[in-house]
């Protein structure tokens, strides 16, 4: 089955303390993308891989790092989680070619509380 | 600057139509996304609009008109299960990477 999964699904977790939140996709997709949902504000993007090795700031990248090592997977590490980082986190994926529609697939969510 | 439009929430009767509004200004266009999203949930994708015009699948149409920067999403024989938020998004073109912009997103509120 076509999929993107992200792992944990959910997470309390202090100031300051390393995180990690993992996304996988079976579906060789060259793009893959993080976004962060708060209410009222919609989809912001916060890093996005256009292959292996190459990575790119959205628009929310501050605090956040990535890494694209393999062409399934694209972790997103907090170094050091503050409050203001609580929000539902999504991984997506999507093909750059093969023709139309191009839709992003979506992992089902991340939702990180910080304290 | 990059702009997207949609109304935050409209109200509809369940067996009833109901159309969503989305107007954008941006840089570059190279498609536009309809995606679905139950709350709390990823948002599923419903349909892509390249070219002028009205695409339909089913129960849900969508229409482009790119001179406009217009777009609207039509859900016809509206049902329960259609409570969700409605986003729409732009691709951006080759040079922008493909970027995708993103509305807020409209909330459809079905009442019996």
């Known amino acids: 089955e076509a999929q993107v999964t992200q792992n944990p699904r959910y997470l309390i977790t202090v100031t300051g303390k390393k995180l990690t939140v993992t996304c996988s996709q079976n579906m060789n997709h060259e793009y893959m993308s993080w976004y962060r949902q708060d209410p009222g504000l919609g989809l912001r993007q916060i890093y996005y891989s256009m292959n292996v090795e190459v990575t790119d700031k959205g628009d929310v990248p501050e605090g956040y790092k990535v890494s694209r090592k393999e062409k399934r997977n694209f972790p997103l590490i907090l170094e050091s989680p503050s409050p203001n980082q609580t929000s539902l986190y999504f991984c997506?994926?999507?093909?750059?070619?093969?023709?139309?529609?191009?839709?992003?697939?979506f992992g089902p969510g991340t939702r990180l509380t910080v304290t | 600057g990059q702009n997207i439009d949609q109304p935050t929430e409209m109200t509809a009767t369940e067996g009833a139509i109901v159309q969503i509004n989305c107007t954008y200004q941006t840089s570059g266009f190279n498609g536009l996304f309809w995606y679905q999203q139950h709350a709390g949930e990823a948002p599923t994708f419903l349909s892509y609009n390249v070219l002028d015009g009205l695409e339909e699948k089913g129960r849900f149409s969508s229409f482009l008109s790119r001179s406009k920067g217009y777009s609207y999403l039509l859900l016809k024989e509206l049902q329960m299960k259609d409570s969700a938020s409605y986003l729409c998004a732009v691709r951006a073109p080759r040079q922008s990477n493909y970027q995708l912009i993103w509305g807020a997103g409209t909330k459809l509120i079905i009442k019996p």
């Open positions: 997506a994926s999507s093909s750059l070619g093969g023709g139309p529609p191009y839709e992003q697939y």
